[in-house]
């Protein structure tokens, strides 16, 4: 525990929260010459971005919740002088199916002719992969034009529609069900599938939601970077918070583990922060608070009215095996197949099915989820000896399995969904996952799975949800002000991933909540 000093000082800015976001924020305003006091709930900082070790005695660092790159902005990363790094998988996509009888599967990536070749020998023609590249030059050129945008100034839905500057692809992204662009690009069930998961991580919608946030949660995903790629952390998720962490205290910041934020009281010019430590409270001053944390969390500690509830619907497998398993499709190699997103039961009409079954109140028959190996992109996260012996990780993220099917009973839903999830995965293994799992120091098998109830208890995501809340469109609404971090509160920012663009490991809000201080525009 980090404890700060014992003045009567008046901070520039305290940070509620010690995750990616409020580290950018710190280390911005820092940086610029602020005093900065961040506090932290947890014995560490890094929230979901973090790297553990879960098994006991074996030595693999593993992303334990957040685990890929595709939203952190390169400027963040050079602003603040990051040592941090991702690598490029490999592979995009691997899908096994089977199609009249015989198990084949979907390749995207290893080279255009592979995935043409790939495409034409699941389809039977050339006609899906020609739509595959025109959805995506589609989704490409609005990533381009969108990106660039989350680190500026809120713009408003005309000025983000004048930059997009593509009729046909803001109506298939901005104003209709994504659902309708994909069944008009394709046509075979598995292709629109694949296509369709990227709308539905960590949000429990239908193709055709007229709510549109399958579509918010799709944008997101396709346009990180500039070109949607979805990159492994170097060292784990936790080596960029340990690397914010190092860059907010080398500018002066103060970082307070153990210390848990209670109470926020503000007029608007200057505030107060009540927290708790183990040996009691204390009260930090400040001119501006910046709040890494749900809306749900910020309405309770400034006393207001809580925001509509919000919901999880995923999830989380860490694993680790001793080899990686072989597949029942002769074609596929299975240290290509899971360096990219290995997906499981998401053809469309599954997805479909899923969705529907888990609205009527019961677990998906057939659990969708998406798996890759960190280790195969970078063997670092693994010790010496347990990279030699061959040992990988293996992440799983399930789709569809919302909190409230887990309110029963938290520990028997979970053990009865991981175990119809990795039957799922079982069906194209040549060879039972159990088999290649790796045990820990007591004899247990590598294996651990998170729930939206275990996340919301862990790390206070409200209902499990890995965005704070319904992810929002990338422009202004009413009410979302300057930089989209505003509150009610002049002097209070709302730095997390709730936030208008936040979501994923991103930094986004943390660097708009410091450039509104930093620019005046937050009181």
Known sequence: MTTPPRTSRT???VVVGGGHNGLVAAAYLARAGRSVLVLERLDHTGGAAVSARPFAGVDARLSRYSYLVSLLPGKIVRDLGLDFRVRARSVSSYTPVERSGRPTGLLVGGGERRTRESFARLTGSEREYAAWQRFYAMTGHVARRVFPTLTEPLPTRD???RRVDDEAAWRALFEEPVGV????HFADDLVRGVALTDALIGTFADAHDPSLVQNRCFLYHVIGGGTGAWDVPVGGMGALTDALAAAARAAGAVLATGHEAVRIDADGRTAEVTYRTADGE??????HVLVNASPRE???LTGQAPPPPAEGAQLKVNMLLTRLPRLRDPEADPREA??????IAEGYGQLAAAHARAAAGELPDAPPCE????????????????AAAGLHTLTLFGLHTPARLFARDNDAVRAELLKSTLAQLDAHLAEPLADCLATDAEGRPCIEARSPLDLERDLRLPGGNIFHRELSWPHAQDGTGHWGVETGQANV???????????????????????????????
């Open 159 to 161: 000025e983000l529609r």
């Open 282 to 287: 204390g009260v930090a001053a400040a001119r």
């Open 338 to 343: 899971f360096a990219g997103t290995f997906h």
């Open 493 to 523: 920012l709302l730095c997390g991933a709730g936030a208008v663009r936040g979501g994923g490991v991103s930094g986004v809000p943390g660097h708009n909540a410091a450039m509104a201080v930093l620019n005046g525009t937050g009181a």
């Open 11 to 13: 901070y520039d800015a």
């Open 371 to 386: 798996i890759y190996c960190h280790s195969l992109t970078d063997p670092t996260i693994l010790a010496p000896g347990p």
């Open 181 to 184: 662009t994909i069944e008009e």
């Open 298 to 300: 910020l309405a309770a």
